[in-house]
C-alpha cells in the first residue's frame, strides 16, 4: 500500500493486495471494537461541572453522531473504491480530511485501549496484538500525512 | 384590612468567568492539538503551540476565559475534535 498527497491537495491511497483492503477496512472495525463510548470519554474531565446532566443529555448525543459518521464516511468511501481485492485506489479529499483523520483518531484510541500498544513492547506481542500495532501505526502515518500535506 | 409588606430583596453576583480546559491525551497528535487550537479560536502558531506544550507538559492548560455560554460553546467544539476538555471558574 502506497499514501502520497496529491496535487489537488488530497491523499490518494494505492491498494496493492487483499491485505490491503482489509487494512483499509478496518478502521472502522477497529474504532467500533471494544464498545468505547469517545463523547463520554473526552467529556470526562467535565464530571463534576455543575452543568454536567446537561451536558450529557444535550451534547453527548451530537458528538456521538459526528464521530458516528466520520466512520461511516471512511466505510463508505472504501467501499466505493472497490469491492474487489485486486488493485484500486481510494482518494481522501481535502474536504474531507479532517473526517478521515477523526476517523483514523478513533481507530487508534480504541486500539490503544484494547491493547495499551504504548506500553508494549514489540518481540512479546502476540499475533492478534501486533497486528493490531502495525495498524496503529499505519493509522499514525495517514494521519501525520493528512495534518501535514492537507490540512494545514 | 391588612397591608402587605413587599420586601424587596436584591441580589447582586458578579459575573465571574469560566475556563475552558484542555487536557492531555498521549493518542492525540501534538501537530493536531496545535491545528485544532488555530482552528477553533484563530490563535496564531506560536500561541497555540505554547498552549499545547502546556497540555503535554503540565497535563492541561487553560485555552480560553470568558462567559460561560460561550465556554460551553468552545468546550463543545474542542470535544468534537476528540480533545478532553473540561469547564472550570476562573480564580
Redesign the interface.
Known amino acids: 500500500m502506497k499514501v502520497a498527497p496529491v496535487l489537488k491537495g488530497g491523499l490518494r491511497i494505492d491498494v496493492e493486495s487483499a491485505m490491503d483492503w482489509m487494512v483499509l477496512r478496518c478502521i472502522p472495525y477497529d474504532a467500533r471494537a471494544g464498545g468505547l463510548d469517545l463523547a463520554d470519554r473526552v467529556s470526562a474531565p467535565m464530571d463534576g461541572d455543575e452543568g454536567i446532566g446537561d451536558w450529557r443529555e444535550f451534547v453527548l448525543p451530537d458528538l456521538r453522531d459526528g464521530f458516528n459518521a466520520q466512520l461511516a464516511a471512511i466505510e463508505a468511501a472504501v467501499d466505493a473504491a472497490g469491492d474487489e481485492d485486486g488493485p484500486g485506489q481510494v482518494f481522501i479529499l481535502k474536504e474531507d480530511a479532517e473526517l478521515w483523520y477523526g476517523g483514523l483518531n478513533q481507530a487508534r484510541l480504541a486500539l490503544e485501549e484494547r491493547y495499551d500498544l504504548s506500553n508494549a513492547v514489540l518481540a512479546e506481542m502476540t499475533p492478534g496484538k501486533r497486528s493490531a500495532w502495525f495498524r496503529s501505526q499505519f493509522y499514525l502515518h495517514v494521519q501525520s500525512l493528512l495534518l501535514d500535506h492537507v490540512m494545514r | 384590612m391588612s397591608d402587605t409588606l413587599t420586601q424587596l430583596r436584591e441580589s447582586v453576583s458578579l459575573d465571574v468567568p469560566w475556563n475552558v480546559?484542555v487536557?492531555d491525551d498521549?493518542?492525540?497528535?501534538m501537530?493536531?492539538v496545535t491545528?485544532v487550537l488555530m482552528k477553533i479560536f484563530g490563535y496564531p502558531e506560536n500561541r497555540a503551540a505554547a498552549m499545547m506544550m502546556e497540555v503535554h507538559k503540565r497535563g492541561r492548560s487553560v485555552v480560553w476565559s470568558g462567559e460561560r455560554e460561550k465556554a460551553?460553546f468552545y468546550?463543545?467544539q474542542l470535544?468534537?475534535?476528540?480533545?478532553?476538555?473540561?469547564?472550570?471558574k476562573a480564580e
Open positions: 480546559i487536557h498521549p493518542v492525540n497528535l501537530g493536531y491545528w460551553e468546550a463543545q470535544q468534537a475534535h476528540q480533545l478532553k476538555t473540561s469547564l472550570e
